[in-house]
């Protein structure tokens, strides 16, 4: 079983709408978790960090289940720029597989 | 500040040949990684460095060495090349270790 899941999609969104993904981790030890974008043939690069508590920054809200084990991250108000891979990560060294998000005009 | 630099960006090799990839990093960050990404399975961990002077296997260790005798550098090396590293391979540094990662851009390789 991987460390990290998360959905492939695609996701195809209309501009202006909400929406959110979601990554499980199967370590329940597991202590700290982000979210990376990563545009097509480019690295990925940190988005944010996700807390218990909730992490907020413009339009994305990343948030964290211990319970269910598993993180996600919601983009309101969806942008054309938005369009990418979104990768989860826990700890170091265990990422998703991507999400790959595509907003249309 | 240049960030995480990778040398080169693309390279062929035939099935056989050797060659290293070159990672810089100038934010003095004690971690280092090498990642292999292939579609529909992520980015997989080859070998990390907690340190100058120290390494260790990952995920997929198997066919590649690395080296860090500089605390800015770190080098993955092919021995014998083989098609199925046929890859995008992805340098990163960390400050702290924790999974906040800064990455190069990438080389691309082709084993024919």
């Known amino acids: 079983r991987k460390e990290v899941e998360q959905d492939p999609g695609p996701f195809n969104v209309p501009e202006g709408a909400t929406v959110a993904f979601n990554c499980t981790y199967s370590?329940?030890?597991?202590?700290?978790f982000f979210w990376y974008r990563q545009d097509c043939r480019k690295e990925p690069k940190l988005l944010m960090s996700?807390?218990?508590s909730g992490n907020e920054d413009g339009r994305f809200t990343a948030q964290l289940n211990r319970a269910s084990q598993y993180i996600s991250l919601l983009i309101r108000d969806s942008k054309l720029s938005d369009s990418a891979t979104y990768l989860c990560?826990?700890?170091?060294?265990?990422f998703g597989t991507g999400t790959s998000l595509t907003v249309i005009p | 500040n240049a960030g995480v630099t990778q040398t080169p960006k693309f390279r062929v090799l035939k099935t056989g040949q050797s060659m290293t990839l070159l990672c810089a990093q100038d934010?003095?960050?004690?971690?280092m990684y090498w990642y292999r990404q292939d579609p529909g399975m992520g980015l997989r961990l080859i070998h990390y460095?907690?340190?100058?002077?120290?390494?260790a296997k990952g995920e997929v260790p198997d066919g590649y060495n690395v080296s860090r005798l500089k605390k800015q550098n770190f080098l993955l090396g092919l021995e014998s090349a083989a098609p199925s590293q046929t890859s995008v391979y992805f340098c990163?540094?960390?400050?702290f270790g924790d999974g906040r990662e800064f990455f190069g851009p990438g080389t691309r390789l082709t084993v024919l």
């Open positions: 990163a540094s960390s400050s």
């Open positions: 370590n329940s030890a597991s202590q700290s």
């Open positions: 996700v807390y218990s």
């Open positions: 990560a826990a700890n170091q060294f265990y």
């Open positions: 934010m003095n960050h004690e971690y």
């Open positions: 460095s907690v340190g100058e002077g120290t390494t």
